[in-house]
Every structure is written in structure tokens, then in C-alpha cells.
């Protein structure tokens, strides 16, 4: 049997339980800052020749330079083409989804005229402007995540981002079709076979060959993500994502075996990914736990599964199911299921979260893949403060400030009293320079 954790919040030592349970740094490893820092400075300052370099030496790819790192339109249409049927119609679904969703997220301009005796003519207001170039990282070679192909460029398109750079590395030349498909269906304008902090160094530097882009969104590995956090400020970054997790409230009216696997679907994702579940129900917990017992064999991934839920995972039992949500919020997990015979009441319960799945037939996997909303999320509790990616994230938004004459001379007083209280004399100045005599 696993060795999961099992809580009680009656326990006297729960609340030190549940700290450590949930402690977690993404400790910095000195030997891949100093790796990363190295191969940024020497992409910044060779370009080309240096992504060509590293390409030959991490993905043993044997290139002269980087018109053999690009992929064509036509290759990417290529690899759509070939798909089976089913891929196909399933990938097609799951953009089509995604697009329907992340269309209702675009922002839009406003602006508004005073009418006041003192401001007549004054206009204040938004205008939203897509960024012009993105750049999309993509894990490769045996790795296949057409799903986050389309989470990142579609929502990019949608806000109208002009041009979509991909880059996603290829080991030993090894080309992912569902990846390539996924990248035409979306819309990619470019895609590099370029991958690690080299690429991000590419993305963000810009070289002969690849533009320099605005911001870079995607998952990556360890030198990804830190070669991400080097260049933020540079261009800007979605998230430096944590491992990922699942916190699935129950009230013991579902069915064990479903939820035991909803806790493997995110386990399944590296060891030091989180699986909890919170249940008013004690009876329903051993169930849960005998489920676990009993399917995790069957399971492909079951190592890593394995050591997720005994190092990271929790079962725990709560009072009630204001208790439960109480948690839930301290935890601000990723994904959240509402597991329970009347979800709705308690969705108005739960402020922290990146995504809530409402009901029993609401798995998180169909989050992943197809349901529409944004499967990037916040992690280690950074839903308290961010949100999932989308449309927004793609836009800026600019203040619109047009002050008439006769606005000029309330808002110039305003801004010189203040100027002046604030030691800035030629802020005042030139507030004051504006006022009829």
C-alpha cells in the first residue's frame, strides 16, 4: 500500500502537518544558474553561430546553420495532414474549443467625455493594443504536448499578436507530428527546432535569424525556467511554473476509483508534483486509499506516481465542508474538484484556486485537453494572486489622457499644489504654464 499521508484537522498537530505538507522552494541549483547565465551571454553576443553550437552539442543535430533549424509552412501542414483521423478530429475539437473560449476573454478600448462646468471637453479612457511579436516554448523529442501548442498560441492569436515565433527542440533530430500539427492549427507563424536556455536566449536577444519577441510563454525544464527568470525584464514571461497539483474536496457521494485517479492524473506528472484530498467522510477516505491500493498497478507511470503521493500527497479529514473550503483557500491549489452531490452552492466558497472542476464528471483532465478554459495555471499557491493565462495576457493596455483648456485649469491647480508638496518644481511649472492669466 502507499504510504500517503492521512490528516485529521481534530488532531492537536494538524496545523503542523499540513505546514510541512505543504512547504516547497524551488531550490536554485548554482550549477545550472552558472550554465544558463553562460549560454545567455554567448547567444547574446554570437547569435546565430551560438544557437547552431549548442544545437549540434545538446540535441546532436548535425546543421551547418540556422536555415536548417526552421521548419516551413508546408511542413507544419505536412504533419496535420498525416495525422490519423482520430488525432485529427480530436485536435481540431480541442482548438476549436479553446478558441470559442479565450474569444470571450478580449479586451476592449473605452473612453469617456466630461461633461462638468470645470471639464468640459476632457477625455479619459483605454486603448488596448495586442504585443507584436510572442515566443512559444515547447518541450520536444519524445515528449509530446500539442495541448500546450494550442493553451499558449491560440489565446496570442486570438489578441491579435502579429507574429507567433515557436521554438521546440528536436533530440537527435527526433520531430513530434502532433506537436507540428498543433502548431499549424493554431496559427504559429515561425517554428525553430531550437530548444533549452539557448532558445529563450534567442527569443529574447533576438539573432540574425530569430526576432526578438516581447514575451515568452511556455513550459520548460529546469534551464528553461531558469533562463526564463534571467531575461524577465528583458521581455516579459508568463510564470515561472511550480510542480503541479490537484486538491479534490469530496463529501463521500463520488466514486473512489475516480477519484483515486484524479489524484494519479496530476502524481503522474513528475515526483514532486501534489495530489490532496479533503473528505467530511472517514469511510470514504479508505475507500479512496484501497482504490489507490488496488489501481496504481496498473498504472504506466507508477514510480513517479508512487513517489509523489508519499512525499507530497495528503488524504485528510475535515469537520465539515466549511472547513474543507477554509483549507482549500489556504492551499490555492492549481486545479481544484468540487467532488461533491450539490457542487454549486460552494463554488461562491472558494476564492483561491486556478481552476475549479465543478461536479463529479468534471475530471481535471478534461481541463488539460479540451474543455476550453486555459490549462496554465498558477502553482505552489500563487493563485492567491494570479490568475490563469489567456487573452489578457497578451494585451496591453494603454491610459488615453486628453485634457481640454478648460480642463487644464482645475487639474493644473491640483497637480501644482501637489507638485510643490512633493519638492518637484517643475512639475508645478508645468501644470502652471497652461493656466489662463
Not at 13 to 25: C, G, H, I, N, Q
Not at 53 to 58: G, L, P
Not at 338 to 362: E, K
Not at 380 to 403: C, E, H, M, N
Amino acid at each position: 500500500m502507499v504510504a500517503i499521508q492521512r490528516l485529521a484537522t481534530v488532531d492537536a498537530d494538524f496545523k503542523a502537518k499540513m505546514d510541512a505538507l505543504l512547504a516547497f522552494e524551488a531550490a536554485q541549483d548554482d550549477e545550472i544558474e552558472r550554465t544558463v547565465v553562460g549560454i545567455l551571454a554567448d547567444v547574446k553576443a554570437r547569435g546565430d553561430a551560438a544557437v547552431v553550437d549548442y544545437s549540434k552539442r545538446f540535441d546532436r543535430l548535425a546543421v551547418a546553420g540556422m536555415a536548417e533549424l526552421e521548419l516551413s509552412t508546408a511542413e507544419l501542414r505536412q504533419a496535420l495532414d498525416d495525422l490519423p483521423g482520430d488525432q485529427r478530429q480530436a485536435l481540431e475539437a480541442a482548438a476549436q474549443r479553446v478558441r470559442a473560449y479565450h474569444e470571450k476573454q478580449r479586451l476592449e478600448g473605452w473612453s469617456y467625455t466630461e461633461e462638468s462646468d470645470e471639464m468640459r471637453g476632457t477625455m479619459l479612457g483605454q486603448m488596448i493594443t495586442p504585443l507584436d511579436r510572442v515566443g512559444l516554448y515547447v518541450p520536444g523529442g519524445k515528449a509530446a504536448y500539442p495541448s500546450s501548442v494550442l493553451m499558449n498560441a491560440i489565446p496570442a492569436k486570438v489578441a491579435g499578436v502579429k507574429e507567433l515565433i515557436m521554438v521546440v527542440p528536436t533530440p537527435g533530430g527526433e520531430r513530434n507530428q502532433l506537436v507540428l500539427a498543433a502548431a499549424c492549427l493554431a496559427g504559429v507563424d515561425r517554428v525553430f527546432t531550437i530548444g533549452g536556455a539557448q532558445a529563450v536566449g534567442a527569443l529574447a536577444y533576438g539573432t540574425q535569424t530569430v526576432p526578438q519577441v516581447d514575451k515568452i510563454v511556455g513550459p520548460g525544464n529546469a534551464y528553461v525556467a531558469c533562463a526564463k527568470r534571467r531575461v524577465f525584464g528583458i521581455v516579459g514571461i508568463d510564470m515561472v511554473a511550480g510542480p503541479s497539483e490537484i486538491l479534490v474536496l469530496a463529501d463521500g457521494s463520488g466514486n473512489p476509483d475516480w477519484v483515486a485517479m484524479d489524484l494519479f492524473s496530476q502524481a503522474e506528472h513528475d515526483e514532486l508534483a501534489q495530489s490532496i484530498l479533503i473528505c467530511t467522510d472517514a469511510a470514504f477516505i479508505d475507500r479512496v486509499q484501497a482504490s489507490i491500493a488496488k489501481l496504481l498497478p496498473t498504472m504506466p507511470r507508477r514510480a513517479v506516481i508512487e513517489t509523489s503521493l508519499s512525499n507530497r500527497g495528503a488524504l485528510i479529514l475535515v469537520r465539515d465542508l466549511e472547513e474543507a473550503c477554509a483549507i482549500a483557500n489556504r492551499v490555492a491549489p492549481e486545479h481544484l474538484e468540487l467532488a461533491l452531490a450539490d457542487p454549486d452552492p460552494w463554488v461562491g466558497r472558494i476564492h483561491h484556486a486556478g481552476a475549479i472542476f465543478i461536479g463529479h464528471y468534471t475530471s481535471e483532465a478534461l481541463g488539460d485537453y479540451c474543455a476550453g478554459p486555459n490549462h496554465v495555471l498558477p502553482t505552489s499557491g500563487s493563485a492567491r494572486f494570479s490568475s490563469p493565462l489567456g487573452v489578457y495576457d497578451f494585451q496591453k493596455r494603454t491610459s488615453l489622457i486628453k485634457v481640454s483648456r478648460t480642463g487644464a485649469q482645475t487639474l493644473g491647480r491640483i497637480a501644482s499644489t501637489l507638485a510643490q508638496g512633493e519638492g518637484l518644481p517643475a512639475h508645478a511649472k508645468s501644470a502652471e504654464y497652461r493656466l489662463d492669466r
